[in-house]
């Protein structure tokens, strides 16, 4: 179980392994004898995660497949830091995407996929705008 904290009305990672992640809703008290499994929610693909929002929606299957579509889907969301998590272990893009992401001035940390739910519930814990696009293979 990952829950450090949980902020009202986002997102935040529960638990994961290399194969999926378990979200909180917004809104709910799974501290309370009332929780049931509709407090959470499996993601077991390709998922962007912002707040209260998911979509997993024409986003690639692998982390090899990150592009610069992937840059612009999470540009959709008015994020201060972006979170990649690569799957089981830490990886980059190629050379051009670094470059567009620099030029583009956005903050982008790639990790490891259980690092990214780590960092998203903590930044989420301090009210920051983070945006966190996980990958499972």
């Given amino acids: 179980m990952l829950q450090i ?6 997102y935040s990672f529960y638990s994961y392994d290399e194969h999926s992640a ?5 809104n709910r008290n799974i501290n309370s004898t009332e929780s049931s499994e509709d407090d ?11 707040k209260d929002q998911y979509t ?13 579509q992937c840059i612009e889907a999470l540009q959709q969301y008015d994020a201060d830091i972006y979170l990649i998590g690569t799957g ?5 893009p190629e050379k051009e995407i670094l470059q567009s992401i620099q030029h583009r001035k956005l903050a982008i940390d790639f990790m490891d996929t259980g ?4 960092t998203f519930n903590i930044l989420t814990s301090e009210f920051r705008k983070v945006a966190v696009l996980l990958f499972f293979k």
């Fill in 5 to 10: 904290e949980t902020i009202s009305d986002a």
């Fill in 22 to 26: 378990r979200l909180i809703k917004p």
């Fill in 40 to 50: 959470f929610l499996t993601l077991e693909s390709t998922s962007l995660v912002f």
């Fill in 56 to 68: 997993q929606s024409h986003l690639p299957e692998q982390f090899k497949q990150f592009n610069l």
């Fill in 88 to 92: 089981a272990t830490t990886c980059f």
């Fill in 115 to 118: 690092a990214a739910c780590r």
